[in-house]
């Protein structure tokens, strides 16, 4: 009576094909960490015996400091991110921006960008926010930082690319690219594409949203240079060069942004840079202890926000 339809087949080649993924990626991610031992080795044997006789400080000053001001800066980033993702309909008070940044900050450092994307998506998910504008909105953050951190760079960090004859131009060249993905007509040919309505995008609002990051990375080689001084005693004459080498590092950073791993970039970069200005095992210390220091600060501020969180929702 009735014509058999027979189903389309199902393609059985998917799990290979992400089980191939998923291999390369973790073979890109030990490779990365693999050559970031091998230089930071290389830089540490090079003074070995100035690191084994360099008489250690550890000053609890700057250590307060620094907290203090990953504090800040930590602010300031969420009240642009906050700023970014309220101007896209929903408006969410400064709090929840807050927790959620901190608990989806610490998922960034997992090597691979998916795990940063998706607890932020899932996150604001949670409290009606659709994946597209969550994900968008994260876009127009990534290019305001790596646009602010190219200009930050221009201003501090010209004789460092002078030095390693790296061309200004290069970041001119993203500064045009950045500038013309966050123009307010490019921007809401965007949004029409992904069927988002928002409130008018303006070049005030760029603009305000570009000086705030730009002030965020002066803060940021600020915050470096309190946890340089925690373990050795760096002069304030320096203090340009590390807010330059914080901007520039963190600018390649940027640009590594989507990449399988960045593992180890942050570390290689300012061991680098600050060994103009420190011996060479020294830096690669400095710059290990930069980055467990700071993913400890993180954690602190992430369970903060739990607890100011909780103990708000938690009737009287």
Sequence with gaps: ????????????????????????????????????????GFL?????????????QFDWLFLLFSFLIFGLDLTLVVIVWGWILNSLGKQ????????????????????????????????????????????FASG???????????????IFAVQILTDYSISPLFLGGVLLLGAILIHPRVISIMLRRLNLEITQIHYRLIFQWLFAYILI???GGILLYMIVNILYDLPISHLGYVIGSWSLVGFLSSLLFFSPSNLGVTEVGLSILLSAILPSSIAVVI????????????????????TLRTGRSTPA
């Excluded at 540490?44 to 250690?56: A, G, R």
């Excluded at 090597?111 to 994946?131: H, M, Q």
């Design 1 to 40: 009576m009735f014509n058999r339809v027979t189903p389309p087949p199902i393609n059985t080649n998917l799990e290979p094909v992400a089980s191939k993924r998923s291999w390369w990626r973790l073979a890109f991610s030990i490779l990365t960490f693999l050559i970031v031992v091998l230089i930071l």
């Design 217 to 219: 990375w002066i803060i």
């Design 44 to 56: 540490i044997y090079q003074q070995k015996e100035q690191l084994l006789s360099f008489n250690w």
């Design 92 to 135: 969410i008070n400064f709090r929840t921006h807050f927790h959620y940044y901190c608990i989806s900050n610490i998922a960034k450092r997992i090597p691979g960008t998916i795990w940063y994307i998706a607890s932020r998506v899932s996150l604001y998910n949670a409290v009606g926010i659709e994946l597209r504008k969550t994900s």
């Design 287 to 306: 710059a290990i202890f930069a980055r467990i220091l700071l993913i400890f600060y993180e954690m602190v501020w992430a369970g903060l926000s739990y």
């Design 140 to 154: 127009v953050e990534v290019i305001i930082s790596t646009i602010a951190s190219a200009i930050v760079s221009l």
